[in-house]
C-alpha cells in the first residue's frame, strides 16, 4: 500500500531550524515530482516547495524563498524540508505529497498521494 509518512515537526523557537522528513512505501521519490505543503490554523493549504522528478529542479513559495530547502535522498528514497529562520508564520502542519505521473515536473497538475502530516509550532 503507497504510504507517505512525515516526521521531524515539533516546537521550536522564531528563528530556529527544523528538517522534516518524509518516508515512502510503494513510492519513489526519484520518477515523480514531489513536494511539502502546510495548512496553518484557520488557512487553506498551500505548497511550500516542490521538487521535480530524475533533474530535481525545485520551486519554493515567496515566503518560504532563501529559508527552505527540499532535497530527497535517492538511495534511502527519503524526502526532506531543510527549514531554517523559522517564523511564527511558519506555523501550521507539514504535509508531504507525491504525484502519480511518472516524469513529472514542477509545478505539478496537482498532488495524488499524501501524507497525514506533521505539526510545526513556531513560538517562544
Known amino acids: 500500500q503507497l504510504q507517505l509518512v512525515e516526521s521531524g515537526g515539533g516546537l521550536v523557537q522564531p528563528g530556529g531550524s527544523l528538517r522534516l522528513s518524509c518516508e515512502a512505501s510503494?513510492?519513489?521519490?526519484?520518477?515523480?515530482?514531489s513536494g511539502w505543503f502546510r495548512q496553518a490554523p484557520g488557512k487553506e493549504r498551500e505548497e511550500v516547495s516542490c521538487?521535480?522528478?530524475?533533474?530535481?529542479?525545485?520551486n519554493y513559495a515567496d515566503s518560504v524563498k532563501d529559508r527552505f530547502i527540499i532535497y530527497r535522498d535517492n538511495a534511502k528514497n527519503i524526502l526532506y524540508l531543510q527549514m531554517n529562520d523559522l517564523k511564527f508564520e511558519d506555523t501550521g502542519v507539514y504535509y508531504c505529497?507525491?504525484?502519480?505521473?511518472?516524469?513529472?515536473?514542477?509545478?505539478?497538475?496537482?498532488?495524488?498521494?499524501w501524507g497525514k502530516g506533521t505539526l510545526v509550532t513556531v513560538s517562544p
Open positions: 510503494m513510492f519513489t521519490f526519484y520518477y515523480y515530482a
Open positions: 521538487i521535480s522528478s530524475s533533474d530535481g529542479v525545485t
Open positions: 505529497a507525491g504525484d502519480r505521473v511518472e516524469g513529472s515536473t514542477c509545478p505539478t497538475a496537482g498532488m495524488n498521494y
